[in-house]
């Protein structure tokens, strides 16, 4: 039995180099098992192609649900059950994790047409500083009187902080009375900045405008 299993094995190692690309195939099919073998161990937890879930380069630049609720009812000044509500149909509507926030406050006033100036921090974990931010902006529509906000701002998309500057249109009908929140959304260019407005004052009805966010205060709210 021996010697016929030997007989076998000498007559195929005789045959290999007589058969064209056969060598070659057994060499490339090993090289190609090998090379599998050490990209699969070397492959960072949660690749794609392992059973490790889906990797995600920019996880890292995401704010989590908890350190927007945490940042934002420090900023207002209210209680995360204030702020629950707002946040939730934020969350509803774009998910629960922005590529940035804004804290800043600003003064608005309107007779059928309004104005609104403001200024604040815009923070991205991509960025070791905050950057200054200014926004102002025209409005027109069905709206009376004046108000004082802190705002509380989350951004979607936002992947670099000089993408911040540009006009974000919106509707805006909301109530503004003392101690409420009121929250619009505005979009531009797959960016969208969901304000949220903690205030003193009182204004009432509905206007369609935009804010225009630049890095220098600008009289003129265009």
Known sequence: MQRRDFI????????????????SAQDSA????????????????????????IYSPTNGQYYSRDEIVAAGSNFLGVTVEALGGALEKIFADFGDHPTAYIAGEEASAALAIGVRYGKGNLFMKSQPTPTYIY??????????????????????????????????????GSAYFIGGLGVTYQRAEGIVLTPIRAGLGFRLGANVGYMNVSKHRRILPL
């Open 30 to 53: 090993q090289a190609s098992s090998s090379m599998a073998s050490s990209s699969s161990m070397s492959a960072p937890p949660g690749s794609p192609g392992t059973d490790r879930g």
């Open 135 to 172: 926004w102002q902006g025209p409005s027109i529509g069905f709206d009376t009187g004046a108000n004082a906000s802190r705002v509380f701002t989350l951004a979607y998309n936002l992947k670099d902080p000089d993408m911040i500057w540009r006009r974000y249109p919106g509707v805006e």
């Open 8 to 23: 076998l094995t000498s007559l195929a190692t005789a045959a290999t180099p007589l058969i064209p690309g056969l060598a």
